[in-house]
């Protein structure tokens, strides 16, 4: 068995893909463990460096993904306004829109269906 | 003298506490094709994570006293302080101003004094040769 896969212009080969992966992993560790082990845990030797300023909470020094999308709430915000009110994050109301819903959707299909 | 139990290159930190720049300049100087201490193993380092030695230049004005303690608590042990120039020694030009809150010795434990306004870079070298052999001491202290 020699599990390679071929495509008629390439092949793939897992066993070369573990080789290579084992690799780096010898070479990871192999510089994980020259580092350095007199630190002290648990003190400001963990402690992330921000040029000596004291490092703020993460919820503070981050600044959120949505922030980037700015200008497009901006513009598109009436119509965000609109759908975000019925997006309340409760189950039951999205269960309330599902079932009504499949109720005029069944409806119409009926309806739809009598009519011809 | 002889250099031995420390077999790493010694990476050291500089931290700038008000300097006038003159001290940094010759320290600069020291790791130019003229002098090249990296050529020993000594080089600079961005992050006070990775460094051995920290070495601090300027008299240490009141705002930098946390930004100097927070840096010297990231230094992983063994670890030495180096001071660079007048100001940092004893306050050199702006002893007893309003301002400072130095020497440095004041605010963290100093392990080697280069004293000058600036100091010559062999100075500075002959500084950070004092600083590895002290260091190597601590190193064999633990080890023992």
């Known amino acids: 068995m020699t599990f390679i896969l071929e495509s008629g212009y390439a092949f793939w080969n897992p066993l070369i893909w573990l080789i290579a992966f084992a690799v780096v992993m010898v070479v990871v560790y192999f510089f994980r463990r020259r580092g350095k082990k007199e630190y002290k845990k648990d003190t400001a030797q963990t402690r992330i460096f921000l040029c000596g300023e004291e490092v703020p909470e993460a919820e503070q020094r981050h600044i959120r993904v949505g922030n980037i999308y700015w200008g497009f709430f901006e513009t598109l915000k009436e119509y965000y306004n609109q759908v975000l009110r019925p997006h309340t994050g409760i189950i039951n109301d999205y269960i309330l829109w599902f079932v009504a819903i499949t ?11 009598l009519a011809k | 003298m002889s250099l031995k139990a ?13 300097s006038c720049n003159g001290c940094d300049i010759e320290i600069l100087a020291v790791l130019t094709p003229r002098y090249d201490v990296e050529r020993f193993g000594i080089k600079l380092v961005g992050s006070p994570r ?3 030695v920290l070495l601090v230049t300027g008299p240490v004005v009141k705002q ?6 927070r840096i010297y608590e990231q230094i992983p042990d063994p670890k030495l302080v180096m001071v660079v120039g007048n100001c940092g020694t004893e306050g050199g030009v702006f002893y007893e101003s309003y301002s400072l809150a130095g020497p440095i010795d004041q605010i963290i434990p100093v392990d080697v004094y280069v004293p000058g306004c600036p100091p010559r870079p062999e100075a500075i070298i002959h500084g950070v040769v004092m600083a590895w052999v002290k260091l190597e001491k601590l190193v064999k202290q633990e080890v023992t």
């Open chain 2, 6 to 18: 420390f077999k790493r290159a010694l990476w050291v930190y500089h931290l700038n506490t008000g």
């Open chain 1, 103 to 113: 109720a005029i959707s069944a409806i119409i299909l009926l309806i739809a269906g």
């Open chain 2, 50 to 52: 990775h460094a051995d």
């Open chain 2, 64 to 69: 930098m006293v946390p930004r100097v303690k």
